[in-house]
C-alpha cells in the first residue's frame, strides 16, 4: 500500500489557491516548531462568505495538500460554515494521511481559525475567543 494516497499526490503535485491576497481582510500563520512546517492563510471575505483564499506554506508534501485541500474546502463558503471545518475532514478529504503527518491537517485548521480571528479583529466583531486556537499556549507542536 502506497504511504500517500492520489489525492494527497495531486494537491501535493498541483495544489491549488497558492499564492498571497495583498488586500487581504484576515491573515493566519501558524508553524509546528518541531517538524518546521509554516503555513500562511489568506481571506478575501464578502458577505460573510470566503470570497477568495489563498495559502503560502512551507514544508512537506502532506503540509501542502493539507493547505490545498484546506482552502479547497472553505472556499466559496459562508464564515459560519469555514469555522466547522476540522482537520479530522481535511485528512478524510484527502483519502487520510500517514499518522505522523496529521499534525498538518491540524495546522491547516489552525491557519484558518487564525484568518477568521484577523478578519473579527480588525473589523471589531466580537467573537467566543474559545472557539480559535490559543497557538501561544497550544501543546499539540511540544508533545509530538
Not at 20 to 37: L, R, S, T, Y
Not at 62 to 74: G, H, Q, W, Y
Not at 93 to 104: R, V
Amino acid at each position: 500500500m502506497a504511504l500517500y494516497s492520489e489525492k494527497v499526490m495531486d494537491h501535493f503535485r498541483n495544489p491549488r489557491n497558492v499564492g498571497v491576497i495583498e488586500d487581504a481582510d484576515g491573515v493566519g500563520e501558524v508553524g509546528n516548531a518541531k517538524c518546521g512546517d509554516i503555513m500562511k492563510i489568506y481571506l478575501k471575505i464578502r458577505d460573510d462568505a470566503i470570497e477568495d483564499v489563498k495559502f503560502e506554506t512551507f514544508g512537506c508534501g502532506s503540509a501542502i495538500a493539507s493547505s490545498s485541500m484546506a482552502t479547497e474546502l472553505i472556499k466559496g463558503k459562508p464564515i459560519a460554515e469555514a469555522m466547522t471545518l476540522t482537520n479530522k475532514a481535511v485528512a478524510e478529504a484527502l483519502d487520510g494521511l500517514p499518522p505522523h503527518k496529521l499534525h498538518c491537517s491540524v495546522l491547516a485548521e489552525e491557519a484558518i481559525k487564525k484568518a477568521l480571528q484577523d478578519y473579527y479583529e480588525r473589523n471589531g466583531i466580537a467573537y467566543d475567543r474559545s472557539a480559535f486556537p490559543d497557538c501561544e499556549h497550544c501543546s499539540h507542536c511540544s508533545a509530538e
